[in-house]
């Protein structure tokens, strides 16, 4: 049953990380584009990605993200004569309520690190603590970054008010005098961190169903990839989806994680006791 859900979960999190890009696309900068012309060639290559395994995964992932991260360095360096730090505080000035429920949408990329337990017996060496805190610690950056800088940049009422404020500061960046518009950086940001994302959840997909044959987790893969097609050019706009995501996706997601991970570590308090008992009758015979 609890694979069940954490399916359900993976497939959510491909249509809507699927269907905010193409949005984003769309709106952004392809307004004529057909919306098939852009989703068909990213399903291939997300399937392609998660067919071929973690390794090409890690791979792919070793040689793009690097690059997003200096990119996101540079930008957030670049504009910081236009920053205004003072927009930041008061911190819960409508309230401490307020402010805490934020963290389910702040929090949930946080939360995703459960996701690593699904790739442990894949990994050569397991991940140590100092491992996991500098995964932690380089995910509060790549949130807390944007978030602030927006804020900073745009003030918390334009911020609040934007669709994509991570894309509008890279409109703002100059380089020198002759240099602006440098938002088509924001492109290769934003494609490389949702073909890895896409291609990693359906790989751990396939994870869920691997004592099924190679045809049926192809199978799958393409029935997914076909949602995906389908979600990303269903007419149904923008701000609804918005609505959505930001009414019942990114909270459920987030307390769904949450439980997961209470029930994950339950899970492996219990196994290890079971395991010091067995251990112990073993050694008192």
Same mark, same amino acid.
């Given at each position: 049953?609890?694979?069940?859900?954490?399916? $359900?979960?993976?497939?959510?999190?491909?249509?809507?990380?699927?269907?905010? =890009?193409?949005?984003?696309?769309?709106? %952004?900068?392809?307004?004529?584009?057909? !919306?098939?012309?852009? #989703?068909?060639?990213?399903?291939?290559?997300?399937?392609?990605?998660?067919? !071929?395994?973690?390794?090409?995964?890690? $791979? %792919? %992932?070793?040689?793009?993200?690097?690059?997003?991260?200096?990119?996101?360095?540079?930008?957030?360096?670049? +504009?910081?004569?236009?920053?205004?730090? %003072?927009?930041?505080?008061?911190?819960?000035? +409508?309230?401490?309520?307020?402010?805490?429920?934020?963290?389910?949408?702040?929090?949930?990329? *946080?939360?995703?690190?459960?996701?690593?337990?699904?790739?442990?017996?894949?990994?050569?060496?397991?991940? +140590?603590?100092?491992?996991?805190?500098?995964?932690?610690?380089?995910?509060?950056?790549?949130?807390?970054?944007?978030?602030?800088?927006? *804020?900073?940049?745009?003030?918390?009422?334009?911020?609040?008010?934007?669709?994509?404020?991570?894309?509008?500061?890279?409109?703002?960046?100059?380089?020198?005098?002759?240099?602006?518009?440098?938002?088509?950086? !924001?492109?290769?940001?934003?494609?490389?961190?949702?073909?890895?994302?896409?291609?990693?959840?359906?790989?751990?997909?396939?994870?869920?169903?691997?004592?099924?044959?190679?045809?049926?987790?192809?199978?799958?893969?393409?029935?997914?990839?076909?949602?995906? #097609?389908?979600? @990303?050019?269903?007419?149904?706009? +923008?701000?609804? &989806?918005?609505?959505? =995501?930001?009414? &019942?996706?990114?909270?459920?997601?987030?307390?769904?994680?949450?439980?997961? @991970?209470?029930?994950?570590?339950?899970?492996?308090?219990?196994? !290890?006791?079971?395991?010091?008992?067995?251990?112990?009758?073993?050694?008192?015979?």
């Amino acid at each position: 049953m609890a694979l069940f859900f954490i399916a $359900i979960y993976l497939i959510s999190l491909v249509l809507a990380t699927t269907k905010e =890009t193409i949005d984003w696309i769309t709106t %952004s900068f392809l307004f004529e584009t057909p !919306s098939l012309a852009i #989703i068909i060639p990213f399903t291939l290559l997300c399937i392609f990605l998660a067919h !071929s395994g973690m390794r090409s995964i890690a $791979i %792919s %992932s070793s040689v793009l993200l690097p690059i997003v991260v200096i990119l996101g360095i540079f930008v957030a360096t670049g +504009n910081i004569p236009k920053k205004d730090y %003072s927009h930041l505080l008061p911190l819960f000035e +409508n309230g401490y309520f307020h402010g805490i429920k934020t963290l389910q949408y702040s929090g949930y990329g *946080l939360a995703e690190l459960i996701l690593i337990a699904f790739f442990q017996e894949k990994l050569s060496d397991k991940l +140590n603590i100092k491992v996991l805190v500098f995964l932690c610690l380089g995910l509060v950056f790549l949130l807390l970054g944007p978030l602030t800088a927006a *804020l900073a940049e745009f003030g918390p009422a334009l911020a609040e008010a934007m669709r994509y404020p991570a894309y509008e500061q890279w409109r703002l960046l100059t380089i020198g005098k002759y240099i602006e518009h440098t938002d088509f950086f !924001s492109i290769y940001q934003w494609l490389a961190g949702a073909y890895i994302r896409v291609s990693m959840a359906l790989f751990l997909i396939m994870e869920v169903f691997k004592g099924k044959t190679n045809n049926v987790k192809l199978g799958i893969l393409f029935a997914v990839g076909f949602l995906m #097609i389908v979600i @990303s050019i269903v007419p149904f706009s +923008n701000f609804k &989806f918005l609505h959505v =995501t930001q009414t &019942f996706y990114y909270p459920g997601a987030f307390y769904f994680l949450l439980l997961l @991970s209470a029930f994950l570590f339950i899970g492996t308090f219990i196994r !290890s006791k079971e395991g010091k008992r067995h251990e112990n009758e073993t050694i008192q015979k």
